[in-house]
T-cell receptor, first 110, second 113 residues
Framework: NAGVTQTPKFRVLKTGQSMTLLCAQD?????MYWYRQDPGMGLRLIHY???????AKGEVPDGYNVSRLKKQNFLLGLESAAPSQTSVYFC?????????FGPGTRLTVL | EDKVVQSPLSLVVHEGDTVTLNCSYE??????LLWYKQEKKAPTFLFML????IEKKSGRLSSILDKKELSSILNITATQTGDSAIYLC?????????????FGRGTQLTVWP
């Protein structure tokens, strides 16, 4: 099992560009999550999904959109990137116990 | 407004020391509290606590939950340089937010040889 995978691992964008981060899990988990991590801020939840076709806002949803068209995939989109979105993005999945995290995507917006 | 507060935010010790990390929380309909260790990459799961007063142990690490005080501690005995990491506390609440975890800001532990 690959667990939780994320693509890409690194990306540099210019302000105003768009991009999509892909998260995939092969553990048949119902719940999936997108977090961002900034120095000294812990993990902040952007959006999450409690099942295929559902999404919900987390703590810091502004500037991001998500989709969960297939149970195993959770996509995070940035429509118009801003420097404030420079961060490390983690995807996670779970059933009802611990969350399993992907390796992270380091995004820099210039 | 933070629902999960960790202290201290950073801690520097020498190998062999014992450390205690604290986590306090304020959530409605508490379900469980989880501890994670984060080195340079993704957080890795350490413990999940649901019942008050029952200690969970794994080697030199142990954790206990106090539901009355709305808090948990993570103890690490005989610290090693490999224990250097960020330790994250997270709380799961029930109701409409079922499945979601609320994370604290983490404690950065540095262990010097």
């Amino acid at each position: 099992n690959a667990g939780v995978t994320q693509t890409p691992k690194f990306r540099v964008l210019k302000t105003g560009q768009s991009m999509t981060l892909l998260c995939a899990q092969d553990m048949n988990h119902e719940y999936m999550y997108w977090y961002r991590q900034d120095p000294g801020m812990g993990l902040r939840l952007i959006h999450y999904s409690v099942g295929e076709g559902t999404t919900a806002k987390g703590e810091v949803p502004d500037g991001y959109n998500v989709s969960r068209l297939k149970k195993q995939n959770f996509l995070l989109g940035l429509e118009s990137a801003a420097p404030s979105q420079t961060s490390v993005y983690f995807c996670a999945s779970s059933n009802y116990n611990e969350q399993f995290f992907g390796p992270g995507t380091r995004l820099t917006v210039l | 407004e933070d629902k999960v507060v960790q202290s201290p935010l950073s801690l520097v010790v020498h190998e062999g020391d014992t450390v205690t990390l604290n986590c306090s929380y304020e959530v409605t309909n508490f379900r469980s509290l989880l501890w994670y260790k984060q080195e340079k990459k993704a957080p890795t799961f350490l413990f999940m606590l649901t019942s008050s007063g029952i200690e969970k142990k794994s080697g030199r690490l142990s954790s206990i939950l106090d539901k009355k005080e709305l808090s948990s501690i993570l103890n690490i005995t005989a610290t090693q340089t490999g224990d250097s990491a960020i330790y994250l506390c997270a709380v799961r609440a029930g109701g409409s937010t079922l499945g979601r975890l609320y994370f604290g800001r983490g404690t950065q532990l540095t262990v010097w040889p």
